[in-house]
Each structure stands twice: as C-alpha cells, then as structure tokens.
C-alpha cells in the first residue's frame, strides 16, 4: 500500500490496482498538485464541510463513495453522476477494486459546505484494506485508518484498535476544529498502529502547529508507534 498526503486530510491511497483519493482539497499550503494531475478510480468523502469536498467536482469520472446523505449533496452540488456515487454508512464495508473499506464513527460537525444550516449527517472515517478487516487476523492484510476530522473518543480503543486492527493511522493533529497533538497521540495508542501520520494543521492560521509537538506526543503516549511527518506530496509505502 502507498499513502500520499496532498496536505490538509487529502490522500491517494494504492492499493493493488485500484486508486483512491479522500477528501479532495488542493487549495492548501502544502500541495503543489492540481486535481487535473490525478485521476483516481474512487473518491471518499469523510465529511461535507468545504476543506473536503472543495475539488470532488473534478473527478467525474470516478466512483465517489460517502454517506447516502452526502452522495445526494454532491450530486445536486457539484455535478456528479448519481449512477458514480455509492452512499453507506458507519459500520459498513464496501469493496472497490482491490480495496475494502469501511466506514467508521468520527467526532465532529457537519454542516454542509460549512454552511450550517443544513446537516450532512454523521461524519466519518474510513479504515481501507486489502482484505476484508473484518473477517481476517491483523497480520493477513495491510489496512490503514483515515480519522476524519475527528476529537479523540472511546471508539478508537474499543471497534476500530481492536477489532479493525489498522497498521497506520493518519490521525488529524491541527487543533481547534480536531484533535491536538497531545490527543492524536493518545489515539495513535488506543488504535495500535505501528505508524502514526499527522494530518489537517497548518492550512490556516487556527490549526497550525509545531510537529514536534505530535512526535513527541506519540513517543511518549504510544511508545510502540512510530510517527511519520510527510511533507507535502509525499509518499510513504507499508
């Protein structure tokens, strides 16, 4: 599996022959790439607010998968093709190409466009696989955890660590609208991952952080994670 973080909680995900992108948002200090220079078999969508739908316009032609309510908002929204669309929901495993995926709780708003007067239900995290997670003991199948935009909860300890059993997390570090440093580091632990990697700090003012910070709250909260600071557009292989 290779993981690409294009800043902020957008990520290319390979995985076998099939290619993922998660929450496509170029318009971030960290990225050079334009949406134009990706061309992604399917697109996941955590949530509906703007820093994470901004450019799902932009792959038509890809499968785009997210809650049934949020489906219908970018279909209505941003132009694409109900019939590219597959809408489920927390707890649900959905197979795409070579990927399992599965659908998981996160703790968060969400507000539409981060417009709040209307709701896009649940926001959510994706555990991605390449067997089914469910069905296989931890050390069969490589999976990684995409938090979403998410506070540290419970769940983290309780479904996804011990019964998902992902090998790396991208867990999101920026503060203020998610997790801090201190309580990423926490759930790298709770999650039992052998690699944690920071997302969504430093894309504005109100989320900017030192990443030392994050390393050393890993090192010192979960002492068998090893934390990943990616630069923009950078890959790290598993």
Do not use: C
Request: glycine share 10%; aromatic share 10%.
């Amino acid at each position: 599996m290779e993981l690409t973080w294009y800043g902020h909680s957008t990520w290319g995900v390979e995985l076998g022959e099939t290619s993922l992108l998660i929450d496509p948002f170029f318009d971030n200090p960290k990225t050079d790439t334009s949406p134009s220079d990706l061309d992604p078999d399917h697109v996941l969508l955590t949530h509906g607010h703007a820093d994470h739908i901004a450019h799902v316009g932009e792959f038509g032609d890809a499968t785009v998968a997210t809650t049934p309510e949020l489906a219908g908002y970018v279909v209505d929204e941003y132009g694409i093709d109900e019939d590219n669309t597959v809408g489920f929901n927390m707890g649900g495993t959905i197979e795409l190409g070579d990927a399992f995926v599965t659908m998981v709780r996160a703790d968060h708003t969400n507000g539409l466009d981060t417009g709040y007067e209307n709701s896009g239900g649940m926001p959510a995290g994706f555990v991605i696989s390449d067997t089914n997670p469910t069905k296989v003991a931890d050390e069969q199948s490589e999976t990684f955890y995409h938090a979403g935009d998410t506070a540290l909860m419970s769940e983290m300890k309780d479904v996804i660590g011990s019964y998902l059993e992902p090998d790396v997390a991208a867990l999101p570090a920026g503060d203020h609208f998610t997790m801090g440093p201190l309580q990423a580091g926490i759930a790298a632990d709770w999650v039992d991952v052998e690699y944690a990697l920071p997302m969504h700090y430093d894309s504005f003012p109100p989320i900017e952080i030192d990443t030392d910070d994050f390393v050393r709250a890993v090192n010192g909260n979960a002492p068998g994670t090893e934390a990943v600071v990616l630069d923009g557009d950078e890959s790290f292989e598993y």
